[in-house]
């Protein structure tokens, strides 16, 4: 993305181009965008990581595998930014002090998840390991860990708000339809990217694909609200979905 591109953009959200320039800056200096010799500005090598995490909101099934019953652990006391932010992207949560738990039941089993932990920043002396086996009472408080009631609620209210603005979307001008596509799409896709991703025991999985699907489909509205701008500024729009640095820096 060209500067002025950018600085365009800015001024649909009132951002002052000098916002823009300042935030450009220090997201260059910390490594989340990098900018070749034309002075456009794409995602930078920090961002890789966090942009793979956020790529998959549209094949979450393809991230996980059948529950059965197993726990993926990480064991110690984590601190630090981005090691807790880390645990954050993939929904563990405590059980005791010094040790926090997710199902086990993402792609790859408890190999992948230290790697994706690692590449986000959990430090690699950091034990991650399987825990099975364990008595029914602590199983039974560690299914409770995530609030699947606002959690399903959640997914029920964002579908709404999809489809009312897909059918506000046709009314608006051409400026008012790209603000509201980016801000809306943009937080049901921080919704769907920061998804505890739980297995069917405690999550319908059609309630969160009811979601993937509205949003597939939002994300085409909203590309196309966005396409005449993005040509102007000699900007092919894309099919695949790059890095949103709202996410990246969030997490980094």
Do not use: K
């Not at 926090?100 to 998840?113: E, T």
């Not at 690692?118 to 008595?135: E, F, K, Q």
């Not at 029920?156 to 603000?179: G, N, W």
């Not at 949003?215 to 040509?231: E, K, L, N």
């Amino acid at each position: 993305m060209p500067v002025r591109a950018l600085v365009a953009a800015g001024a649909l959200f009132e951002v002052e181009e000098n916002a823009v320039r300042v935030a450009l800056a220090r997201l260059l200096a910390a490594g989340l965008v990098a900018r070749d010799e034309r002075g456009c500005y794409r995602a930078g090598a920090r961002a890789a990581a966090v942009g793979r995490q956020v790529a998959r909101w549209r094949r979450l099934d393809d991230a996980m595998r059948p529950w059965d019953g197993g726990w993926v652990g990480v064991v110690g006391s984590v601190r630090g930014r981005r090691p807790l932010q880390a645990l954050r992207f993939l929904a563990f949560r405590e059980l005791h002090p010094g040790l926090q738990l997710r199902p086990d039941n993402l792609a790859g089993g408890v190999a992948a998840v230290r790697d994706q932990l690692m590449s986000l920043g959990l430090p690699p002396d950091v034990p991650v390991l399987g825990v099975h086996a364990l008595d029914a009472e602590t199983d039974a408080r560690a299914r409770t860990l995530w609030d699947t009631v606002a959690l399903r609620a959640a997914y029920r209210a964002t579908c709404a708000a999809l489809a009312d603005s897909e059918r506000r979307l046709a009314r608006l001008s051409a400026p008012e339809a790209m603000v509201e596509s980016f801000l809306l799409g943009g937080r049901a896709i921080r919704q769907l990217v920061l998804d505890p991703l739980l297995p069917q025991p405690l999550v319908p999985a059609a309630e969160r694909g009811a979601l993937v699907t509205a949003m597939r489909r939002y994300d085409r509205i909203g590309r196309a609200t966005w396409a005449a701008f993005m040509r102007r500024f000699d900007v092919l729009p894309e099919r695949r979905a790059p890095v949103d640095v709202r996410l990246v820096e969030s997490a980094a």
